[in-house]
């Protein structure tokens, strides 16, 4: 016997209701414009000092000092870029800077990726005494080994030498613990007990699969250094003089004076940051990937 359901029943039963969007979509909309703004003020707020700077650069000094000062940049940025050049050698201290820099930010990402893969991969006599050493050098204050450190340079000639600004920095203890951490993440054990089936020495296994894993860490590693090593202003300006400065100490004597321009020193100032900004453009991708990459465990 068949049953007849009505046209109403009928089209009732074989009609999906509409899907109603979940509750808390709206909600979170709201939060998802609250955090781009929130965001964007952000930018704002570290952007407008760089951007002040500019100002400050492109104008003389007495319009600098009105009431309001200007808000819009003027015409005499590179008149002012290039009187802080004839006052200071900044085109020496860039290069000097470079030089430092680059030298330390490449020593001590190697290194530190080797020693950081020994402490977070390997087992070995007095393997947690050795890294809770380093860490503790972390925790002495810069300023009690300046005077040995001083001796020292000077007893090897190397003072007022970019050698004595490198040396002491070759090797951080940051570092070491950074690459250590995210190495102990990053890096699967079964990775490297495939190697060593295979017959892979210990060098061949860095090179071939602790590196590859390795480079955004490194990266972001790398763009801290370079940065820490460029705005490095204390153990330079002590051991280093005028005659052969980094960026830090040519904008130091660049202030100096009975009443120093302060658009000539925005205008070096502006100099010594832009390359560090050209950097930061350079190694973003790998920055911004090498912290998501860290943040995943598992």
Not at 9 to 29: E, H, K, L, N, Y
Not at 55 to 77: I, K, Y
Not at 106 to 115: G, K, N, P
Not at 238 to 249: A, E, K, Y
Request: glycine share 8%; hydrophobic share 55%; with cysteine.
């Amino acid at each position: 016997m068949t049953t007849t359901l009505p046209p109403a029943t009928a089209a009732a039963v074989g009609t999906t209701p509409p899907s109603r969007p979940p509750r808390g979509r709206a909600a979170v909309d709201r939060a998802g414009w609250l955090t781009y703004a929130a965001l964007i003020a952000t930018a704002v707020i570290f952007i407008a000092p760089f951007y002040y700077m500019i100002v400050a650069a492109s104008r003389p000094m007495a319009e600098m000092n009105q009431q309001p000062p200007p808000l819009l940049p003027g015409p005499d940025l590179w008149s002012n870029i290039v009187k802080a050049v004839e006052q200071q050698a900044i085109g020496l201290a860039l290069v000097n800077t470079f030089i430092v820099a680059g030298i330390i930010t490449l020593s001590t990402v190697v290194f530190c990726t080797l020693a950081g893969y020994a402490f977070a991969k390997m087992r070995f006599r007095g393997h947690n005494v050795l890294f809770a050493i380093a860490l503790g050098t972390m925790m002495i204050p810069p300023s009690l080994g300046v005077v040995p450190l001083y001796s020292l340079m000077a007893t090897l000639g190397l003072a007022g030498e970019l050698s004595s600004v490198i040396l002491p920095t070759l090797v951080q203890a940051f570092g070491l613990f950074f690459m250590r951490q995210y190495l102990q993440d990053a890096l699967p054990d079964e990775l490297l007990e495939a190697a060593r089936v295979d017959g892979a020495t210990s060098l061949r296994t860095f090179w071939s699969i602790v590196l590859p894993i390795a480079r955004p860490g490194m990266a972001v590693l790398g763009m801290l250094t370079f940065m820490t090593a460029w705005n490095d202003f204390f153990w330079p300006v002590i051991v280093l003089n005028s005659s052969n400065p980094t960026i830090q100490v040519a904008l130091n004597n660049l202030g100096s004076g009975y009443v120093p321009d302060t658009s000539v020193i925005m205008a070096g100032t502006l100099v010594g940051t832009l390359p560090v900004i050209v950097v930061f453009l350079l190694l973003g991708r790998q920055i911004v990937g090498g912290i998501i990459a860290g943040a995943v465990k598992g």
